[in-house]
Each structure stands twice: as structure tokens, then as C-alpha cells.
């Protein structure tokens, strides 16, 4: 008969400890891009944003209860922050899932990550930077050189999620200063889905009442946010920050992975290359920017990771 600590350390909490952290992330990119994925498959059936807001309603209901946040004691500060959070995070995840509907998963999320690539090296005063910048800037001629066979809204849309994506970072790290935790996230995540539903739910439509497609919902936000947070979370515990960053510049070349494997969209040899420059770019500039501040971060006994928007 098996003692409690064996029975212990065969815990889900336990299992994912005993996991090497680089692997932890691995898996949440994986994740994130696989939800994302399915998210897309959806669009037959579903409008993107009734798409997005099952979603943000899943992520929010499971956050909340996990987290349990305090609402009382808050000035008006602390709300103006968390609710413009939550509209940041919103429209990051409005606007990307509106250019799935139109461009390639990996083309998407490239334009994408131009957004936080650009807080990286803002963040960063070093000449090194004006490489990785004009590294970016190659990706995006790479991309320009292809734009004929691409919806141009898809790269609109795509370009306004890179600008929401680079607010929500800077909202985060207000946020985080002022709420503990997933607290911040799960009362943004809430501002979210209530912003989103007038527009989800009339998209949706009667389609929404379908238990089908309500799991599908379900398992894009498992996929998309409550699965990547918590990797996330335990693997920044355990790993430097640059490290995690670094990793983390990995997420185009996924998109446009999981993009050919599950939906088979093949994508062109300029716009491979431009997956490459802006994933060098981000490594570099990641790098960079946290080499500078590197001992005040490190120090950080409570990071929180960039909550994707896949």
C-alpha cells in the first residue's frame, strides 16, 4: 500500500515540478499556438469574435475562481489601471483572432510580435539595438515583398493586435505593481469579456447554445490561456528571466508550425525568412534589454509572463 507522500508526489502539481522549466515553456508555446489552431478551425461555424470571446469567457470563470481576487480597498488608480488592462487584453486577442480569419497562423503572429519586439527595444539604450530593429524592419520588407497574395485587412488587423499587445505589456507591468498575483489578470480578463459580448454574443448568435461548439470554445481557452499561464508561471520561478524571453521569441516559428500541421497553410520562402528575422530580432533584442537590468529582475520573487493572446 502506497504511503500519502508517494501518493503526494504523483500530484498534477507535482508532476509539472518535476519538469525541467525550458520544457515547461516549450509545451506552453505549444499550447498557446495549438489553441489557436483550433480557435481558427472554429470559423466555420463560429464568427471570429464569438469565437475570441468564448475564449476570454472560459480563461475569466477559471482565473477568477483560481485566483479569487479582492475587489474592496481599491482606489480609482488601481481601477483605471486593471480596466485598461482588461480593454488591451481584449482587443489584443479581438484583433489577432479577426487576422487568423484572414492571413496564415504564422504571418499573424509574426506581425504580430513586432509589438512586444518594440517595447524590448525602446526598453533597451544600446546601439546594438538599431540591429535588431533593422533586422525587424528586413522581416517586414520579407513580408511587404508577399503582401500581394495576403488579405490586406488580415495585416491590418494584425498590426492594430501588435499595438494592443505592446499596451497590454505595459499595462501588465502596472497592473502587476498594484494587484498580487493573477488577481490583475482575472478581474482584466472579466473587463474583457464584458466589453467583448455585445458584439461575441450577437455574432454567435443561436450558434452559441451549442454544446459542440461550447466545448470547442472551452478547449481554445484551456489551450489559449489557463494551460500557457500556469506552465508559464512555474517555469519563471525556476529560470531567469532572459532566459524565458528568449524562449518565448520562439512563438512565430510555432504559429507557422502549427499553421501548416493542423490547417496545412503553407507559407513562402520570403515569408519564412521573415519569421527569421523577427524571431533573431526578438532574441537579440531580448537579450539585450535584459542584460541591462538584469540584477533587478532576476531579484523579482513574483514575475508574471506575458499572457498570450493566441
Known amino acids: 500500500m502506497s504511503s500519502s507522500s508517494d501518493r503526494a508526489g504523483l500530484s498534477p502539481r507535482a508532476a509539472v515540478a518535476s519538469v525541467p522549466p525550458v520544457w515547461l515553456v ?3 508555446i505549444s499550447s498557446v499556438q495549438i489553441g489557436a489552431g483550433v480557435a481558427k478551425n472554429l470559423f466555420e461555424a463560429l464568427p471570429p469574435a464569438a469565437v475570441v470571446w468564448l475564449r476570454l469567457l472560459t480563461s475569466a470563470v477559471l482565473l477568477v475562481l483560481v485566483a479569487r481576487p479582492a475587489l474592496r480597498g ?5 481601477w483605471t489601471v ?7 487584453l481584449a482587443m489584443m486577442n479581438f484583433f489577432i483572432y479577426q487576422a487568423f480569419a484572414r492571413i496564415p497562423l504564422g504571418i499573424a503572429v509574426t506581425i504580430e510580435y513586432l509589438g512586444p519586439l518594440t517595447i524590448a527595444i525602446l526598453g533597451s539604450r544600446r546601439r546594438v539595438d538599431l540591429l535588431w530593429a533593422a533586422l525587424a524592419g528586413l522581416g517586414v520588407v520579407a513580408l511587404g515583398l508577399e503582401s500581394a497574395s495576403l488579405d490586406p485587412w488580415g495585416i491590418v488587423f494584425a498590426v492594430l493586435a501588435a499595438a494592443s499587445w505592446a499596451g497590454y505589456i505595459l499595462l501588465s507591468a ?3 505593481q498594484r494587484f498580487s498575483g493573477a488577481s490583475g489578470l482575472a478581474i482584466a480578463s472579466v473587463v474583457g469579456v464584458a466589453l467583448l459580448a455585445p458584439v461575441g454574443v450577437a455574432q454567435g448568435g443561436a450558434a452559441l447554445l451549442d454544446w459542440r461548439l461550447l466545448l470547442f470554445g472551452l478547449a481554445v481557452g484551456v489551450l489559449s490561456s489557463v494551460v500557457p499561464y500556469s506552465l508559464e508561471l512555474t517555469a519563471l520561478r525556476r529560470m531567469p528571466p532572459r532566459v524565458f524571453g528568449v524562449l518565448m521569441s520562439l512563438q512565430p516559428a510555432a504559429a507557422a508550425l502549427v499553421g501548416l500541421v493542423l490547417l496545412g497553410e503553407l507559407l513562402t520562402v520570403w515569408q519564412w ?4 528575422c523577427v524571431i533573431v530580432a526578438s532574441v537579440g533584442a531580448t537579450r539585450t534589454s535584459t542584460r541591462r537590468g538584469r540584477g533587478d529582475r532576476e531579484a523579482d520573487s ?5 499572457h ?3
Open 302 to 306: 513574483s514575475p508574471s509572463p506575458p
Open 82 to 88: 486593471v480596466v485598461g488592462y482588461g480593454v488591451a
Open 308 to 310: 498570450r493572446s493566441e
Open 174 to 176: 502596472a497592473t502587476g
Open 74 to 78: 481599491r482606489d480609482r488608480t488601481d
Open 273 to 276: 525568412l521573415a519569421v527569421a
Open 26 to 28: 516549450l509545451v506552453s
